[in-house]
T-cell receptor
Framework: EDQVTQSPEALRLQEGESSSLNCSYTVSGLRGLFWYRQDPGKGPEFLFTLYSAGEEKEKERLKATLTKKESFLHITAPKPEDSATYLCAVRTETSGSRLTFGEGTQLTVNP | DTGVSQDPRHKITKRGQNVTFRCDPISEHNRLYWYRQTLGQGPEFLTYFQNEAQLEKSRLLSDRFSAERPKGSFSTLEIQRTEQGDSAMYLC??????????FGPGTRLTVL
């Protein structure tokens, strides 16, 4: 069974204080790892897709990286508007088109 | 706006009543997905369609749940005889085959 674990559950940062969120996975045949951002009461917003170990993607203050066992979402010099829950999901050889999500990391950036 | 839309955004119902939610996907997307999300958890897969064909249903989807996508465009999710445990956010997503899934704003269901 595919498993996705995100850590930490919650993270508080000061504005400008860089950090990383972790997503570790145990799957059979990764077909894609996805990062989403979710604001309270809203649907997840797509950020990145990573397909193979060593791959990196960047968007503004966010950078996602992938190894064979985990993915990191690096946040550089965060701003209060980066506060949200960040979700990681995988698609695998056995899961077909369904995504298996982790429980998310709730990020709060204080001004 | 050309994103995924869902209606209603909020639904409050009494236990035992039936409810139906609608999802309109991004127009050129041929795959449509339903997920359920409870507080503090990630979304959980329910079912998905490719065009009008329902290709997969989660084992967690009880017989009280049914989904349709009659013309390969919008989809409906019906819950019969609602229970308090059905209270959750119901999310719809759409995609092209093998590409990223884009989510709608969700329907928040509260069962009293």
């Amino acid at each position: 069974e595919d498993q996705v674990t995100q850590s930490p559950e919650a993270l508080r940062l000061q504005e400008g204080e860089s950090s990383s969120l972790n997503c570790s996975y145990t799957v059979s045949g990764l077909r894609g790892l996805f990062w989403y951002r979710q604001d309270p009461g809203k649907g997840p917003e797509f950020l990145f897709t990573l397909y193979s170990a060593g791959e990196e993607k960047e968007k503004e203050r966010l950078k996602a990286t992938l190894t064979k066992k985990e993915s990191f979402l690096h946040i550089t010099a965060p701003k209060p508007e980066d506060s949200a829950t960040y979700l990681c999901a995988v698609r695998t050889e056995t899961s077909g088109s369904r995504l298996t999500f982790g429980e998310g990391t709730q990020l709060t950036v204080n001004p | 706006d050309t994103g995924v839309s869902q209606d209603p955004r909020h639904k409050i119902t009494k236990r035992g009543q039936n409810v139906t939610f609608r999802c309109d996907p991004i127009s050129e997307h041929n795959r449509l997905y339903w997920y359920r999300q409870t507080l503090g958890q990630g979304p959980e897969f329910l079912t998905y369609f490719q065009n009008e064909a329902q290709l997969e249903k989660s084992r967690l989807l009880s017989d009280r749940f049914s989904a349709e996508r009659p013309k390969g465009s919008f989809s409906t999710l019906e819950i019969q005889r609602t229970e308090q445990g059905d209270s959750a956010m119901y999310l719809c997503a759409s995609s092209l085959i093998r590409y990223e899934q884009f989510f709608g704003p969700g329907t928040r269901l509260t069962v009293l």
